[in-house]
């Protein structure tokens, strides 16, 4: 089958793109389009053409994997559709359904007209690959839907439906009913009313925003610290209000190729390909029947509870949320209450919503109510033993095939597992980030006995809720919290070293993160590390390496922002961490407790000490099996820890440095400082050994 196809409806010509799945501008797709606008045009009996997608949509852009790919040589490309649009005689509409994405939307804005389906979607998603649109979308979105819309379309990524379109005047009609048929109509009136058939490119009325850009760039400051392509946008539609069309198309074409050969580009395409891959299981068909999850359990009311409660409601899952006692339970609903209402307060949600939603979360004090639910995720205290006495509770209630999860971040399921042996097969391990309602990461913990099937089921539920499930394997802290140790570990290190904590986090804030790794610690709060090493000191927290200087300051009450006061002071009511002399003088005296000399630290070493053991970690990881790719750490990272997705994540940012200069740097540090998360990972050695990176590892079998 052809990717393009020609056939005759009466006077009309359509043209059909037929490249699954979502037809992308795949090498062969320009040119069928170009053939059959030529044949249209030959064609004396033809008075108009129609362009349409067959299958989920119009057309989803250019094909992405082609920016790292060489274009076929002598193979029609976008200027080759445009030019055919704009050489040719009889009008040209666009039939859009499902989707016209970036080189799609660019496409049909060529056309002379367009017309839509009401549930389609049109959009310039380009920013989120790292860079502007490159066939003409800068200058044309302007000319049709103005220069505030169309900026604003083409700096967030995000589309617009329909009947925003339409209003927008992106659009020409809206078609209720059969889209083929629609456009064939629309094509003959326009060709019997005899034109003018009026191209984007000669619309000028719509130019006159010109005030806007400065505002723009302010706007976007925060969202978009670190990155270029968002104010590679900014400058392209710029162009279209200052230069004449075709010189802002030539504008548009330098920027977009600078852009998508930078290093950010390459790191947020590698984010779009990891995001597809992270759903595939390998030895898992992907049309495996999944086992229906149409009711659900949530154990604990308490803040995780009450989010992934919100998670089931917010998927259309009527959940029942079990607690110990009536007031725990009201606080929660409370809880929940507040939160759907400060949703609908910002506008994000309709009070229609979220009363359905509301209505979806029953809250019970019996576990009896558990007993013909599909799935329970229990989100009780985070011990052991809590959590065995909870499953062994389940065990007694629920069905049989009921699938039970544990939601923890760093307990071994497989233990939990083995305490209800008959339903080992159903058991397995969520792991939500907090705010469980918000954060998009889930990791799925897989055990060593759950079944395929539910595997599966658990991923789909996750993708339901709009989460990002990624598998992991059991083993302490998972895929993100055991890398995480390295990551902190090293920064109280360099504190005891003489490194100040707020060049520290300037150096990781610098490198994109949200904040630096000592005002995270002291968001989180000091005291929950403080109160393990007690456990573990019989009642006496030990003073280690890298642990003197947190616990002096809980010792001095100072647990973080929660007491104005941690590894910096905070003023009443200001989040800004304030720099301490008195945390200095605690780093002093940790250098001496240990016999160390302080000194000066570069922030290369800084960013070294913290991001090597990430990637050190991670290898082994991988290497162990607890991952199943090395995108998927990088998701994690991503979207569990505000690591900058404009860098792409861990492994593949170490790829970027080259993974012999971050191989000989861990193997420098282990014999200098000697800690275990310094063990050089031998994965890591291969892959340095053999100058490959880890996406190479990925396309490994
Ligand atoms: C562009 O157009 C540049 C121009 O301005 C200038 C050029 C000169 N290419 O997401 P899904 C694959 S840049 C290649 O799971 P959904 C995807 O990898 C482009 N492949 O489906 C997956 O493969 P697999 C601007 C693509 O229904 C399969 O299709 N356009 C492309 O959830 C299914 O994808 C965009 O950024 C592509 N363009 O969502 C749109 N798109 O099965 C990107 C998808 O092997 N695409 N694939 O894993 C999307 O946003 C979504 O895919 C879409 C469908 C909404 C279309």
Redesign the pocket.
């Known amino acids: 089958m052809s990717l393009v196809n020609y056939e005759k409806r009466g006077a009309v010509g359509v043209v059909t793109v037929t490249n699954p799945?979502?037809n992308?501008?795949?090498p062969g797709v320009p040119k069928g389009i170009v053939n059959g606008v030529a044949e249209a045009n030959a064609d004396d009996d033809v008075k108009a053409i129609v362009l349409i997608g067959a299958g989920?949509?119009f057309i989803?852009?250019?094909?992405?994997?082609y920016?790292s790919l060489p274009w076929p040589e002598g193979e029609e490309?976008?200027s080759d559709v445009i030019k055919s649009f704009e050489g040719s005689a009889k009008p040209v509409v666009a039939a859009i359904h499902?989707?016209a994405?970036?080189?799609?939307l660019?496409v049909a804005m060529a056309c002379h007209y367009r017309v839509i389906v009401p549930t389609a979607q049109v959009g310039?998603?380009?920013v989120?690959?790292g860079?502007p649109?490159?066939?003409g979308?800068t200058q044309r979105l302007p000319r049709l839907a103005g220069v505030k819309a169309g900026l604003d379309m083409i700096v967030s990524g995000n589309p617009v439906r329909a009947p925003r379109a339409a209003e927008l005047g992106i659009v020409d009609k809206v078609i209720d009913g059969d889209l083929l048929e629609g456009a064939l109509a629309f094509a003959e009136e326009k060709a019997a009313s005899g034109g003018p058939h009026r191209l984007a490119r000669d619309l000028d009325a719509k130019l006159d925003d010109a005030g806007i850009f400065d505002a723009k760039r302010q706007e976007i400051k925060r969202r978009a610290r670190g990155m270029r392509a968002p104010y590679a946008c900014i400058e392209c539609v710029e162009a279209a209000v200052e230069l004449p069309f075709d010189e802002g198309i030539k504008r548009e074409r330098e920027i977009?190729e600078d852009c998508v050969k930078s290093d950010e580009s390459k790191a947020l395409r590698h984010v779009?390909?990891a995001e597809?891959?992270a759903g595939?299981i390998p030895g898992i068909a992907k049309d495996i029947a999944l086992r229906p999850v149409k009711t659900a359990g949530v154990l604990g009311a308490g803040t995780m509870g009450g989010g992934i409660a919100m998670n089931f409601a917010n998927a259309g899952i009527p959940v029942r949320i079990l607690e110990q006692n009536q007031e725990a339970l009201d606080k929660g609903m409370a809880r929940i209450e507040k939160n759907y209402a400060n949703t609908v307060s910002k506008g994000r949600l309709s009070q229609d919503d979220m009363d359905k939603r509301m209505g979806l979360i029953e809250p019970v004090l019996d576990y009896a109510a558990l007993g013909d639910v599909d799935m329970v995720i229990e989100a009780v205290f985070e011990t052991m033993d809590v959590k065995k006495n909870v499953f062994a509770k389940l065990d007694a209630v629920c069905k049989p095939d009921a699938i039970l999860t544990s939601n923890t971040s760093y307990l071994n399921v497989d233990e939990i597992a083995a305490t209800v042996p008959g339903r080992s097969g159903n058991v397995l391990g969520t792991h939500f980030f907090s705010p469980a309602n918000v954060m998009r990461l889930l990791e799925v913990v897989r055990t060593e006995n759950v079944s395929d099937q539910v595997l599966a089921t658990v991923m789909d539920v996750g993708k339901r809720m709009r989460k990002l499930p990624i598998v992991a394997g059991v083993c302490h802290g998972f895929i993100g919290n055991r890398m995480l140790e390295g990551y902190f570990g090293e920064a109280a290190l360099m504190v005891e070293e003489g490194a100040p904590p707020q060049q520290i986090d300037k150096v990781m804030y610098d490198f994109g993160m949200a904040m630096g790794p000592l005002a995270v610690s002291d968001l989180a709060g000091l005291d929950i590390g403080w109160s393990k090493r007690k456990d573990a000191g019989g009642g006496e927290a030990v003073h280690e390496r890298g642990s003197f200087v947190s616990n002096k300051l809980c010792e001095m009450g100072r647990f973080g922002q929660k007491t104005g006061r941690g590894y910096y002071i905070y003023e009443q009511g200001n989040r800004t961490p304030v720099p301490d002399p008195e945390v200095a003088q605690l780093a002093k005296d940790a250098a001496a407790h240990f016999g160390l000399e302080t000194r000066d630290f570069s922030d290369q070493e800084i960013l070294e000490r913290c991001m090597y053991p990430l990637v050190n970690i991670g290898a082994q990881i991988l290497d162990e099996g607890f991952a199943l790719r090395a995108s998927d750490i990088d998701l994690v990272y991503i979207n569990g820890y505000a690591f900058p997705v404009w860098r792409g994540g861990p492994m593949h940012w170490a790829g970027t440095v080259g993974l012999k200069t971050v191989y000989d740097a861990v193997c420098r540090y282990h014999d200098e400082l000697g800690f275990a998360h310094w063990k050089p990972s031998p994965l890591l050695k291969r892959l340095a050994d053999e100058g490959k990176a880890f996406e190479d590892y990925d396309q490994e079998d």
């Open positions: 799945p979502v992308a501008m795949s989920r949509g989803a852009g250019a094909d992405i994997r920016f490309n976008f499902g989707h994405l970036g080189g799609g660019e310039q998603p380009e989120k690959l860079f649109p490159g066939a979308g977009f779009f390909f597809r891959a595939k």
